[in-house]
């Protein structure tokens, strides 16, 4: 295993044992939950506490495996593990074990629920694992104020953490490495282009370690959002911002502080676009956004995408306006530390040290 996601487990583990610890003492859930403990143990249902609980309440995972798929509608609801070594994994019908039924078949892990006239607010999910799912490990729609907190998530065959028409969420310390498409996926609506990009009102994803995933972050038909100081290596690309003809624009979002490094792994064509490898941080369709105070190291490939900070034309021929990139430090990206091919001149490139760039003079 390497050395850094040991250092990075060790973290959350350490982070989940003072959350144990605290409960310990207290004998009973942490200040901000007002209402009851429900601790379940190895061989018992989670969904069964879920569905017993009130708003408010703390479902408690002790140590162990979990199998099933979870979903979550009620309000206030936080469901907790004991560090990753609470995992929740795939169930058979066969033996009982399938979880929630509708979740289970859309291959998810944990589901939270809401409504678009009715978001879900105020869930937790924290210090636990969740892995070998078809689809998404965590998977989120229409709630308000969710956080996701110190999860393992890694291995399934979508998104790691995926939220859709979810706003003032809270994304930070998690581990999500090795799924199939991106580590944490946020967007207005997975399955169509819904009505524009909305503005999430301050949603945050924040402290997360990115490895080994199609694409780190990947934010689509989103406003007002900050993705500030991730680790983001060794996927086939880092972060992506994506927009489309839709109005409102994607955009009007920060990018700062993060740690891009290497992600070279290659990945084959796929909806449409080139294949994927040697990405930083990639703009399509974006406007008003703020690239600033990066680290983009050793992002190389030879794709339309690769090099450390990419302006890409859009599919549909959107291009990228007003966004500024500034204060960034870019070394050892190919073909180039910063790439701007379609020339706007509404984007600003301020400060940044870099040696190469497309065209000459961005740095």
């Given amino acids: 295993m390497p050395r850094q996601r040991v250092h990075h487990l060790a973290a959350v583990t350490a982070a989940a044992t003072s959350i144990t610890t605290v409960l310990a003492a207290l004998g009973a859930a942490p200040a901000h939950a007002i209402g009851r403990l429900h601790v379940v143990q190895p061989g018992e249902s989670i969904q069964r506490a879920v569905d017993s609980a009130l708003p408010g309440d703390t479902v408690q995972l002790l140590p162990g495996t979990y199998p099933g798929s979870v979903r979550i509608t009620t309000p206030g609801l936080t469901l907790r593990g004991a560090g990753p070594g609470s995992v929740v994994t795939p169930g058979t ?31 937790t999910v924290e210090a636990l694992a969740v892995t070998g799912f078809r689809k998404n490990g965590i998977t989120a729609a229409a709630t308000e104020g969710m956080t996701v907190r110190a999860t393992y998530v890694h291995d399934n065959g979508q998104q790691g953490i995926s939220q859709e028409g979810s706003t003032h969420a809270v994304i930070v310390g998690n581990e999500s490495t090795g799924n199939g498409q991106s580590g944490i996926f946020l967007a207005n609506v997975v399955d169509s282009k819904g009505n524009g990009a909305i503005d999430t009102g301050g949603t945050v994803v924040s402290g997360n370690r990115l490895t080994g995933n199609r694409i780190g972050v990947a934010v689509r038909r989103l406003r007002g959002l900050d993705v500030e100081q991730n680790e983001i290596r060794d996927n086939c690309g880092g972060i992506f911002v994506v927009g489309d003809e839709t109005v409102p624009r994607a955009g009007s979002l920060r990018v700062t502080r993060n740690r891009v490094i290497a992600n070279n792994r290659y990945c084959a064509p796929y909806a449409g676009l080139a294949h994927m490898q040697g990405t930083g941080i990639l703009l399509t369709g974006a406007d008003d956004v703020s690239v600033t ?18 302006f890409f034309h859009s ?33 600003r490139f301020t400060l940044n040290h870099c040696t190469v760039s497309e065209p000459a003079g961005r740095c």
Wanted: aromatic content about 0%.
């Fill in 315 to 347: 599919l549909v021929g959107v291009p990228n306006t007003r966004n500024t990139v500034d204060g960034n430090h870019a070394s050892g990206n190919a073909p180039a530390d910063l790439v701007d091919r379609e020339g706007d001149p509404s984007n």
């Fill in 93 to 123: 019908e066969a033996d009982g074990t399938a979880g929630d039924p509708t979740c289970a078949a859309a291959g998810h892990g944990l589901c939270v629920a809401g409504s678009e006239q009715h978001p879900l607010p105020g869930i």
């Fill in 293 to 310: 105070q990066n680290e983009l190291r050793d992002n190389v490939g030879d794709s339309p995408m690769s090099g450390g900070v990419v």
